[in-house]
T-cell receptor, first 114, second 115 residues
Framework: NAGVTQTPKFRILKIGQSMTLQCTQD?????MYWYRQDPGMGLKLIYY???????DKGEVPNGYNVSRSTTEDFPLRLELAAPSQTSVYFC?????????????FGNGTRLTVT | AQSVTQPDIHITVSEGASLELRCNYS??????LFWYVQSPGQGLQLLLK??????LVQGIKGFEAEFKRSQSSFNLRKPSVHWSDAAEYFC?????????????FGAGTTVTVRA
């Protein structure tokens, strides 16, 4: 199994451009999450989804959008990129089998907005 | 609201020495607690977890953590550090509400291992 796959690994955007960060999982997990990681700040939750067709905001949703049309895919959309969105983005999934089962993380997308 | 505090931003330790990383949490219910490790350029890997039972839990790579309810702490330890343990370590608490579950992370502790 591939687990959680994120593409691209790296991207440089100009201010005002848009892009979609892709996330796919092959573990049939219902729950999926998007986090951003900034130095000294840990991981902050952007959006999450408890199943296909259901999404909800996390701590830092402004400037982002998500959709969840299938169980496998959970893309993150940046419509008007801003320098404050320079970060490393992690997608994760969770089996929901028990609350102490771990999240499975992708390897991240490093985004720079200039 | 839940929160996780990792008081140490950066720790430097000699190879072979012991390591302890501190984690304090604030959460109203019984916590689900986790330690994750992130090597450079990689995603997060689970080291260990705690929900109930024995308060001393063993994880991968020789790590262990002790849950102390009275101190709201879940400190991570390793008796003898290897150079490959240089990484960033995150403590997290699982937040449970009806039909909803997410992890809240601390800011992380970067561990440097010197020869």
């Amino acid at each position: 199994n591939a687990g959680v796959t994120q593409t691209p690994k790296f991207r440089i955007l100009k201010i005002g451009q848009s892009m979609t960060l892709q996330c796919t999982q092959d573990m049939n997990h219902n729950y999926m999450y998007w986090y951003r990681q900034d130095p000294g700040m840990g991981l902050k939750l952007i959006y999450y989804s408890v199943g296909a067709g259901i999404t909800d905001k996390g701590e830092v949703p402004n400037g982002y959008n998500v959709s969840r049309s299938t169980t496998e895919d959970f893309p993150l959309r940046l419509e008007l990129a801003a320098p404050s969105q320079t970060s490393v983005y992690f997608c994760a999934s969770w089996a929901a089998s028990s609350y102490n089962s771990p999240l499975h993380f992708g390897n991240g997308t490093r985004l720079t907005v200039t | 609201a839940q929160s996780v505090t990792q008081p140490d931003i950066h720790i430097t330790v000699s190879e072979g020495a012991s390591l302890e990383l501190r984690c304090n949490y604030s959460y109203g219910a019984t916590p689900y607690l986790f330690w994750y490790v992130q090597s450079p350029g990689q995603g997060l890997q689970l080291l260990l977890k705690y929900f109930s039972g024995d308060t001393l839990v063993q994880g991968i790579k020789g790590f262990e953590a002790e849950f102390k309810r009275s101190q709201s702490s879940f400190n991570l330890r390793k008796p003898s550090v290897h150079w490959s343990d240089a990484a960033e370590y995150f403590c997290a608490v699982g937040v449970v509400v009806p039909n909803d579950y997410k992890l809240s992370f601390g800011a992380g502790t970067t561990v440097t291992v010197r020869a």
